[in-house]
């Protein structure tokens, strides 16, 4: 990663304070970071033994990365599915890639194959809604649980690993890859260094365009039991970069949510005679641009159209059913700890796809933004953007960090930092914990409350025993602001 000119270019009080306790915290780092408390009970030495539960398309990443990138260091010794299906395309595929066949169990033999296979860590790759169930019995058959984002989909089993996570001792990491991500890390290196100060209000808006959006209306991220709605699914990854970016535990939230694009009503809007079973079967396939064919996609037909037999888990159903029981339109307001606020959006039906935030600090002013629009009408993460817009000075464009591969190249930094050994120290503190995950899913937990009762939500009623995330210091408190210059007429 290049080396940020921007951040050292402006040595102010600010920094200079905020490095002192930077340095200061360096001391601690090993007892405050959630790795240094994840205390490392597995010795360096040899391979760690790695099974995972929820054989999908997420499990592939990490499959791959224990076979291929960190066979040194890391085995896959099991796998486990309530499909068996794609349970033997998974076991197929370690051997493709060079590596043991490993043994595969339904998802009723889960304690059995922990038993058999001796596992350090459990990678939990299954359903929103079935995350706690697995992270808990991992722990309680003494592994660490690594799960994917999000931690969980309602504070009834947030409560359950807090309780699980206290009563066993053992460890819950939660793979944020966007705090990886090239251009968000330099987000936070910017923030961190103090160059607009401190941050006293965010706006971050999320499009998710008619391609990716619809997606979640196909799948089983349409229900809430699944998912958790996109308050949890999706925006667990943004409120948890907020969360990281200032530093700030979230306290209240305000919200409103709709679904009034991916309606049965909408369908009829656009010339259809209303929804249906699936793309499939559909009788309007021809007419419909939301059509996906999940037998002409090789990877589709393989991992989900030849194994619906097994589970009768559709992969396209109609997005315009009217069973689909989350939001497409969202809106939500935080408080932090810090005093800060955030104003967020999140829209599945937008004309492009990206992000855009502003962070308002008591020296001026960033945004970042990811995407933009196109003649084309798509430009997934096309154009990033930094600038910095100092309180009646100069505006500035900062040349973005960049990366190759999923996530802008963050999924491969948060590899590293998962499965090397002895990972490089890291002064943004991005491995997170299950405190982490819950402040990011409990916002969208309060957020999906607030939907239905319309009354805002205190994140500590919601779940008892949750200690803060461990965040590195940022810039704030009662430090001197410097007086901006005079206006310019
Ligand atoms: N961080 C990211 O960028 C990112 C990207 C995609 C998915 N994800 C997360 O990864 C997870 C998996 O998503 P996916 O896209 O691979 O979904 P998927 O539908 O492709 O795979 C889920 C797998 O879990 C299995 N499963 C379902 N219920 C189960 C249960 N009770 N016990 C055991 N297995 C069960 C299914 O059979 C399926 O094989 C989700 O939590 C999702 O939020 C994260």
């Known amino acids: 990663m290049p080396a940020s000119p921007d951040s050292a270019a402006t040595p102010s009080l600010d920094r200079r304070t905020f490095l002192k306790a930077a340095s200061a915290l360096g001391l601690g780092l090993a007892a405050g970071s959630p790795l240094g408390r994840a205390a490392e009970s597995v010795s360096t030495s040899r391979r760690r033994r790695y099974a995972l539960v929820g054989t999908g398309s997420r499990s ?58 001796k596992p350090d860590y459990v990678i939990v790759t299954t359903v929103d809604g079935t995350h706690d169930d697995y992270i808990v019995r991992a722990m309680e058959a003494g ?15 947030c409560q359950r690993i807090v309780d699980a ?58 229900h809430k039991k699944n998912s958790g709605g996109l308050m949890i699914h999706k925006a667990s990854h943004h409120f948890d970069l907020v969360n990281w970016w200032l ?22 809007r656009l010339g259809l005679s209303g929804a249906h079973e699936r793309c499939l079967t559909c009788p309007e396939k021809s007419r419909c641009s939301f059509y996906l064919d999940l037998a002409g996609d090789p990877m589709l037909k393989e991992f989900y159209l030849d194994q619906e037999k097994h589970d009768g888990y559709f ?37 492009w796809e990206g992000y855009t935030v502003a962070f308002n600090g008591t020296k001026g002013r960033l945004e970042h933004s990811v995407g933009a629009p196109t003649a084309a009408g798509r430009a997934p993460y096309g154009t990033t953007r930094i600038s910095i817009l100092p309180l009646r000075g100069p505006a500035r464009e900062i040349v973005p960090w960049t990366g ?10 948060m590899l590293e930092d998962l499965f090397l050994p002895s990972p490089a120290p890291d002064k943004y503190l991005r491995a997170a914990d299950e405190r982490a995950g819950a402040a990011s899913a409990l916002v969208g937990m309060a957020a999906n409350r607030c939907f239905t009762t319309g009354q805002p939500v205190i994140i500590k009623d919601l779940v008892r025993g949750l200690g803060p995330p461990v965040y590195a210091p940022m810039p704030g408190g009662d430090a001197p602001v410097p007086m901006p210059p005079p206006l310019k007429t």
């Open 165 to 222: 996570r206290a009563r066993t001792g053992r460890t819950c990491r939660v793979t944020f890859n966007l705090r990886y991500s090239p251009p968000c890390t330099h987000v936070k290196d910017l923030l961190m260094s103090g160059e607009i100060g401190d941050v006293l209000s965010v706006d971050l808006h999320w499009m998710l365009d008619t391609s990716h959006g619809a997606e979640y209306f196909r799948r089983w991220h349409a």
């Open 60 to 117: 592939l990443l990490y499959q791959d990365a224990i076979e291929t990138d960190f066979r040194d260091h890391a085995e896959l010794v099991g796998l486990c599915d309530t499909n068996p299906g794609r349970l033997e395309l998974i076991r197929d595929r370690s051997q493709r890639l060079g590596g043991r066949r490993p043994p595969g169990f339904a998802a009723a033999d889960f304690e059995r194959m922990i038993a058999t296979t």
């Open 404 to 413: 190759t591969g999923a996530h802008q190249g963050g999924d491969k930094v």
């Open 247 to 268: 530093g700030a535990v979230p306290e209240s939230v305000f919200a409103t949510g709709k679904r009034e694009f991916y309606t049965p009503k909408m369908a009829r």
């Open 315 to 351: 992969r396209d159903r109609c997005i315009f059913r009217p069973e689909v029981d989350i939001e497409d339109t969202m809106n939500v307001l935080v408080r932090y700890n810090t005093g800060a606020t955030l104003a967020y959006s999140l829209n599945a039906f937008s004309s």
């Open 143 to 157: 592994c660490d649980a690594i799960s994917e984002k999000p931690l969980t989909t309602t504070p009834e089993k």
